[in-house]
């Protein structure tokens, strides 16, 4: 099937966060019984951590937002257009579309990392989209794109040591997993943004680290 990738829009916040948070995949990665170490954040705590400059507005020209359809030339984000104060092309969020159908988000976030750095998450709207390997294509775009338009050359991605599946398809777009967690995240973060983001979603016990470079 065929995958692209669209640039969310500041209107569909309220809808990614409820495919994050509300959906019957949210049990998958998060909350109670599994994950009581990352419970489901309020809507509040999601805007705080899925900021403004992640999206675009309506504005954007529709070739500057797709890809998988055309090639992006010249596409330098939207956080500085939007007075973001993390102005970084790589911080962003993208609707995951299968054929016809939205079939779930992918983001990449830097401001807490180094220059060259960015850390990425992805989550289906529904488990009718899991299994399919349309994760892996949404993945393969948005480090193309990272890559490419962004100059991003080391990419972590940290889902929880018992979500295997998620595991096995981060491999599959050639993530591959460390042994040593600490030592390859510090070479990642910011030092000041170790306190708050240092242990990932899980505890860094509990956390798979996986990374692209």
């Not at 209107?11 to 019984?33: F, I, N, Q």
């Not at 399919?132 to 940290?158: F, H, P, Q, S, T």
Request: charged residues 25%.
């Amino acid at each position: 099937m065929k995958v692209r990738l669209r640039r969310a829009f500041m209107e569909e916040r309220s809808k990614v966060y409820e495919w994050l948070c509300l959906s019957d995949t949210a049990p998958l990665h998060m909350g109670l019984p599994d994950y009581p170490e990352n419970p489901v954040p309020s809507w509040e705590d999601f805007q705080q951590d899925f900021f403004d400059g992640m999206f675009v507005t309506k504005m954007a020209p529709p070739d500057m937002v797709v890809l998988g359809k055309t090639a992006m030339s010249g596409f330098n984000g939207c956080a500085q257009e939007m007075n973001s104060p993390y102005v970084c092309t790589a911080d962003s969020v993208w609707i995951i579309e299968a054929g016809q159908q939205e079939a779930g988000c992918v983001c990449a976030n830097s401001f807490h990392l180094l220059p060259a750095c960015a850390e990425l998450d992805i989550w289906m709207r529904s488990k009718a989209f899991c299994g399919r390997g349309l994760g892996a294509k949404a993945l393969g775009l948005l480090v193309e794109y990272l890559r490419n338009e962004c100059g991003i050359r080391r990419m972590l991605i940290r889902p929880s040591e018992k979500n295997y599946r998620a595991i096995r398809a981060y491999e599959k777009t050639g993530f591959r997993r460390v042994d040593n967690k600490e030592d390859t995240v510090r070479s990642f973060l910011l030092p000041e943004f170790w306190q708050q983001y240092g242990d990932g979603d899980y505890g860094l016990e509990s956390t798979a680290v996986l990374v692209l470079d």
